[in-house]
């Protein structure tokens, strides 16, 4: 990669930085390393003449992975997404989540945790076995050309909707759902399109909220076993979601669910591909390479760029002194190439040991739930493409969306032989 100090640094908060090439965007995250402080970035409005308030980057291993575990400085209220939720979306879908600290956090993570219960987890871990062998056979009998579509996506949204009890008939229109829920997050949009497609994405989040709400009415009444009956059914402290909740968390799980384990997959098809050394080694002994072949997937792809926090105290870090009200965006993508921490850190190499990486976030409260459950699906759909009779190769480059929210595929094209073993 190019020398980053002989480039000046990119604007964050230009909508043109994120059209960038991948590596060209890394080089610009280099170059912000490079600096004594955070940069501070200046967004502007829908005109481009107003400046509104900025944020500052955090781009360095260290001080993402602090960020993470001061909950109490670097708060997820109101929002870590851009742009934050609007008040009245609050209101009327309730926070996420992802959105909440302290103790309202704490209780609906209880609750969630709890809900995990080792028989829900043992099935679940038998399913994505068993998904992943149906999807590569279906593969292997269709011959599809389109990799996201056919197997990505397949797998992650499948898992999460058998994990949820979400019954077959529901599932098309909930995937077409999550697509208009999902379109734009972290695209920057002239007026008339922030005007449009807010509607449709919330009109997508309404109609999953009624679809999750109805079927938690039905589980409540009948359990069947599944992660909605266990959320909405009363403990013995009487902890359960109510409804509101329930849909807040099923859109959270099946967008941020979905389409991270779904990208991180998709990534893995041409990062393999690319690299054949890697390749070859991995298919040489899977069991052996697997486990870090998929965080190195997950560091080198980094499915969610960036999270915000809102600086709820003055606090002092790497030579800058933060104040209540500030915006920081905790830059994953640029810790996971820290070379203070990776050796060799735009490699990609599947026995990197240790591999400390940021894929699911800093630790602390607000560290992935599903971090586990997007290992096993990883996993195991990698080991039916690669332990079968079959030669993959990727046809092009991913087409990849404009997002400084998430890194994400939209389509990668494909062709495979089956071979005769």
């Not at 077409?176 to 007026?191: F, T």
Request: aromatic fraction near 8%; glycine fraction near 8%.
């Amino acid at each position: 990669m190019t020398d980053p100090r002989h480039h000046p640094a990119p604007d964050l908060a230009d909508p043109e930085f994120w059209k960038l090439p991948p590596a060209e965007r890394l080089a610009g995250f280099a170059r912000l390393r490079e600096q004594p402080r955070p940069a501070y970035f200046v967004e502007r409005g829908a005109t481009g003449r107003r400046p509104e308030r900025g944020f500052y980057a955090l781009v360095r291993h260290a001080d993402v992975l602090k960020a993470s575990r001061l909950p109490q400085v670097f708060a997820s209220a109101p929002g870590v997404t851009s742009p934050e939720p609007a008040r009245w979306v609050r209101a009327v879908f309730g926070d996420s989540m992802v959105n909440l600290d302290g103790a309202d956090h704490a209780r609906l993570r209880r609750i969630v945790s709890q809900a995990f219960t080792p028989r829900l987890l043992a099935a679940t871990e038998l399913s994505i076995r068993e998904l992943a062998v149906r999807i590569v056979d279906d593969m292997v009998a269709e011959r599809p050309g389109e990799f996201v579509s056919a197997v990505a996506s397949r797998m992650s949204f499948e898992v999460i909707c058998a994990m949820l009890g979400v019954p077959d008939a529901y599932r098309r229109r909930i995937a077409r759902q999550i697509d208009r829920a999902s379109e734009h997050a972290g695209v920057s949009r002239g007026l008339g399109a922030r005007l449009r497609s807010p509607g449709k994405g919330l009109r997508a989040l309404a109609r999953m909220q009624l679809t999750v709400a109805r079927l938690g009415r039905e589980r409540r009444r009948h359990p069947t076993g599944d992660l909605i009956s266990a959320l909405v059914c009363a403990d013995l402290e009487g902890q359960a979601l109510n409804y509101r909740q329930l849909g807040s968390f099923f859109s959270l799980l099946l967008v941020a669910g979905v389409e991270t384990t779904r990208n991180a997959i998709a990534h893995a098809l041409a990062l393999l591909t690319g690299h054949p050394d890697q390749l070859a080694l991995l298919v040489s002994d899977f069991e052996r390479y697997a486990d870090g072949a998929v965080d190195e997937i997950v560091r080198h792809s980094t499915p969610i760029i960036q999270f915000r926090r809102t600086v709820t105290t003055r606090y002092t870090m790497s030579g800058h002194t933060f104040l209540p009200g500030d915006k920081v965006m905790l830059l994953y993508a640029s810790a996971n190439r820290d070379a203070s921490v990776f050796d060799d850190p735009d490699a990609f190499d599947i026995t990197r040991s240790p591999n400390p990486h940021l894929g699911y976030g800093g630790g602390g409260p607000h560290y992935c739930l599903g971090a586990h459950l997007a290992r096993l699906e990883i996993k195991a759909i990698l080991c039916e493409l690669l332990t079968r009779p079959l030669v993959l190769r990727t046809l092009g480059a991913p087409e990849l969306g404009t997002s400084n929210f998430d890194h994400r595929v939209r389509r990668q094209h494909f062709a495979f032989d089956v071979t005769k073993g």
